[in-house]
DNA sequence: TTGACATATGCAAGCGTTTTTATTTCTTTT
DNA sequence: AAAAGAAATAAAAACGCTTGCATATGTCAA
């Protein structure tokens, strides 16, 4: 009795059943329902202007009664552009690096793209297998960040046809895009203000001088700046730790027995540990030391004193990354592949006024 | 002349020509130049037990010489998974959330995902446009951070099949993952430490109370902490303002005028700002006032005075919401979706020894 | 040997789109 | 009213892989 009801309802339900039981609407289902081919379908989906305004209509009305969403991996498939594009990233928790997301996601968002992120903590292998990890999702194109281009990673750019843009990050030789601030010049002027507050004894405090960026762009700065204020170089106010609040803060001791009584720091976290350690042994900043960090970012507002510092617009260094990349996938005439952003010094308390 | 010679290496060159002018190297190059199917191709690139080891070998070596990098958008489409999960975040550049975020992509690596870091601002909007963006992309699951979940968002996670766990983010009913801590005993405890060291104006420092986790679960800890100190609950002591570093400054003066003389926070940046323009204004912490915030991130410690703060483990939140959604995904068996981690009180200067 | 099973491999049908090519339907123009 | 061209639509072949099913090969006990 039961089952012949069923049977008797079966034929009749058949089509809407497939529709409730199949989880997922296809285009194919979506033409059927408005009695048209997939591919106009597609073409309303796509927004391409070769389909009569009643049929777009009648398209659009079935999607939205069958709540249709284009499938993105397909689309990805059959047009070879997933508007995704990889960024990797050394570590996403560090507000530097976190700020320069920022800017990219926001313009990638601007041009229907999402951003895959990846992590590589700055670690040479980990960096070459995050990007073919990427390529081999199919990215559209790739926005790197790291202190340091190794020639094997150098290799895989060039090996994929995927565009690249390095974000604060430098390349010596420029095969891909990429997007910056004149380290040189800004820590020369940095280095600079200190020497013109009568400083003998200015400390140059990085990461690694294999990165290219402290070793061939801000070393050479302080190095230009103590020469064109007659100081001498010398490697013992060279300090090369690493970026960390932490040893900020036990580098202090050392540099005070250095005679050192000002620093150009390349790093917020670490420059925020030297200030607090200073001040801790009983330093007055800026009255008896003076200190100049170099990335603005929050971390130099909040510190007390509060940190002068160059300003690295952060967050537009992301954004212009992202845009270039845009010029670059969409195969657009690139004027310039290498863009430099302007800098300047934002005077707080840790420099005299 | 010329083209016969080209004409004459044609058929030669076939072949190889193929592969060399066409950009991308397929699972069928690989199974023909190694003589086997692209079934077995396809078996020895997911490990699939059920091939020789000759067999296997020879085809891996194919690889390796072709340079054959798996398709993962083609691989997507065919076996319905994408390996890809989607990140809901209000803001990256926000060390809170950064720090779930890191870990979060840790977890997911180690499981063999890929995260698509999607911001949203908090926006109700946004939220909900980003999320069907995400599932557009067929995501394997999402996690979401925000403070708070509409009803709206919460009909869009039950409408799809796609997991979806909420990282330090409070549902009123489970229906998708969680993880957090107890916000309302971590609350009580930081009011009672408050209250212990003889304050009677504690104020409650917070973003909008309409997001649960500061109007259900913080404020009520705070009501039942002064309750049990036999304190006065007053509505003038609780105050709405942003999750700003200069709502905060901005806020110091407010707060001295209610006669406050001790402060429980709930967000770091706020909390940094605060001290900082009560600092400006000549109070001493903790001689004259008191404070403790919430999230324990670097930011607590490189104040001035370093906060007390409690500690929510950030990247563990992270962490385990990652974990937990690859179980999710795996269908397997969950004893319980909402798990709550263990916290802290870190002590540190802002409140007395 | 042979039959019975297990193991290894191949075949081909999807997966849900885009896109090229072909076909149909309208407009014009004369 | 017919021819020609433009506009709108349909048909079907990719895109690069996975996977169920069929087939082939190998192994062992009887």
Redesign the pocket.
Same mark, same amino acid.
């Not at 391409?48 to 777009?56: E, I, L």
């Given at each position: 009795m039961i089952f012949s009801e069923n049977d008797k309802f079966k034929p009749i339900m058949k089509e809407e059943e497939k529709l409730m039981e $199949?989880?997922?609407?296809?285009?194919?289902?979506?033409?059927r329902e408005?009695?048209?081919?997939?591919?106009?379908?597609? $073409?309303v989906?796509?927004g391409?202007?070769?389909?009569?305004?009643?049929? $777009?209509k009648k398209v659009l009305e079935v999607i939205e009664r069958l709540d249709? $969403?284009?499938?993105?991996?397909?689309?990805?498939?059959?047009?070879?552009?997933t508007t995704t594009v990889g960024v990797i990233i050394p570590d996403v928790s560090n507000i530097f690096f976190s700020s320069l997301a920022r800017g990219i996601d926001d313009v990638a968002t601007m041009y229907k793209y999402n951003i895959i992120l990846a992590n590589s903590d700055g670690d040479d292998q980990k960096e070459i297998q995050v990007l073919n990890n990427l390529l081999a999702k199919q990215v559209d194109g790739v926005i790197f960040m790291g202190m340091h281009i190794t020639d094997a990673l150098r290799g895989e750019f060039s090996r994929s046809k995927t565009p690249v843009v390095l974000a604060s990050s430098i390349d010596p030789d420029d095969q891909v895009g990429s997007v910056n601030i004149d380290y040189k010049s800004a820590t020369k002027e940095a280095v600079q203000l200190l020497a013109d507050h009568g400083h003998q004894n200015i400390a140059f405090v990085s990461g690694s001088l294999l990165d290219p960026i402290n070793g061939k762009e801000r070393l050479i700065g302080y190095k230009e700046a103590l020469q064109e204020n007659e100081l001498k170089y010398t490697e013992g106010l060279v300090f090369e730790t690493k970026y960390e609040y932490k040893s900020g803060e036990q580098l202090a001791e050392r540099i005070l027995n250095c005679g050192v009584t000002a620093a150009y720091v390349v790093d917020d976290e670490l420059a925020v540990g030297l200030t607090n350690g200073l001040t801790d042994r009983g330093i007055k900043i800026p009255e008896d030391f003076e200190l100049i960090t170099s990335n603005n970012s929050l971390l130099a507002e909040i510190a007390r004193p509060s940190l002068t510092s160059i300003s690295q617009p952060l967050y537009d260094i992301g954004a212009v990354s992202m845009r270039l990349l845009t010029k670059l996938m969409n195969k657009e005439e690139i004027d310039e592949k290498t863009v430099v952003l302007p800098h300047t010094i934002i005077q707080r308390d840790s420099t005299k006024a």
């Open positions: $199949r989880q997922t609407i296809t285009i194919y289902d979506v033409a408005a009695g048209v081919s997939m591919a106009t379908v597609s $073409r989906v796509n391409n202007p070769n389909v009569k305004p009643a049929t $777009r249709y $969403r284009p499938n993105a991996v397909a689309r990805g498939l059959a047009s070879k552009k």
